[in-house]
């Protein structure tokens, strides 16, 4: 339903609360589950997962509306594009900026709080103990005087200066030999052996039927390059994940891109989204046109004349990214 919504709970100001409003569902208790359209992950107890999981039950009230707590408020960001189905109906909506997260979000750990003493309790009297008594070392007898000095042994000749000189020419001789005879067929046979032909860039190098898991891990110059060249070759969950570091670095082509995706175009990442989201592809043709990109500003300029003023969300996205409405 276009009237459909999440806005903050009124009845918790203080944030990490929301509302799903107007979903025309009878009140009642039901189970819902909550996808991340972008990665195709689902809220759990946990966090965000692969496998898909259901949260609740949950109340709706009598006007249709479904409260959100904690649970769900603090996994969210600001124009996450969602897919939320309540009772085999999807409903496709943005998670708006004017939520915020719990309070308990806002500091960083915790505050202890000592355990006042009772008046039952005595605090512990620190005893002086007795100081060890070291026992006093024995005396040491005394050496008995010798009476005579032992002779000292006879002082032993050094060797000939000869002797050394003949022994230390003899080792350089031997020394020489080796060098002269050994090392030079050692090296002749080192030259006569083949060397080993190596491509590393064949064994390298990046092609469009290179293993998801090695493009994966590249570099995202070479990913880009890889995209570009292969483009509508790659599953969409290979393209998304390129485009995740494309994102993170801000590239104006990965936001194109992800414009296109929302736009319901086929473009670089080679897929569309279904269905289509004008509201999130404006946002994504202001950010490529902010960092660069030269034709997001005619793209801007199309998708703005596109606008359904009948929906709230699309209209909401108009006034705030086009600048004539």
């Known amino acids: 339903m276009t009237d459909t919504q999440i806005v903050p709970n009124p009845q918790y100001p203080s944030g990490g609360h929301a509302m799903l409003q107007g979903t025309g569902l009878p009140a009642g208790r039901v189970s819902l589950s909550i996808k991340r359209r972008l990665d195709e992950r689902y809220l759990g107890n946990d966090g965000w997962q692969s496998a898909p999981t259901h949260l609740g039950p949950m109340s709706i009230d009598e006007h249709g509306n479904i409260p959100m707590g904690p649970e769900v408020v603090d996994h969210m960001e600001v124009y996450t594009a969602l897919q ?63 009476s005579e000095l032992a002779p000292e042994p006879p002082a032993k000749k050094a060797p000939p200066l000869g002797l050394i000189l003949g022994a230390i020419l003899l080792t350089l001789a031997i020394a020489a030999a080796v060098y002269f005879l050994v090392l030079p067929e050692t090296t002749q046979k080192n030259a006569d052996k083949p060397k080993a032909q190596s491509n590393p860039t064949a064994e390298t190098r990046l092609t469009c039927d290179s293993d998801q898991s090695r493009i994966m891990g590249a570099e995202f110059a070479d990913q880009l390059a890889l995209l570009q060249s292969c483009s ?22 990965i936001l194109l891109a992800m414009a296109h995706y929302y736009d319901g175009k086929m473009g670089l990442l080679g897929h569309m989204a279904d269905p289509a989201d004008l509201g999130i592809a404006l946002r994504y043709y202001v950010q490529a046109n902010d960092a660069g990109n030269k034709v ?16 709230p969300l699309q209209a909401a996205a108009g006034k705030k990214y086009c600048p004539e409405n």
């Open 84 to 146: 939320i189905t309540i009772s085999g109906e999807d409903f496709y909506l943005e998670w708006p900026d004017n939520i915020l997260g719990s309070p308990a979000l806002a500091g960083l750990g915790g505050i202890g709080i000592t355990k006042p003493m009772t008046t039952t309790e005595k605090e512990p009297v620190l005893q002086a103990k007795e100081p060890l008594m070291t026992p006093e070392p024995e005396a040491e007898p005394e050496p008995e005087p010798i």
């Open 232 to 253: 509508g070759t790659f599953d969409e969950n290979l393209a998304m994940g390129i485009a995740e570091k494309g994102l993170a670095s801000g590239n104006p082509d």
């Open 296 to 311: 997001a500003a005619e793209n801007l300029k199309d998708a703005c004349n596109r606008v359904d003023q009948a929906n």
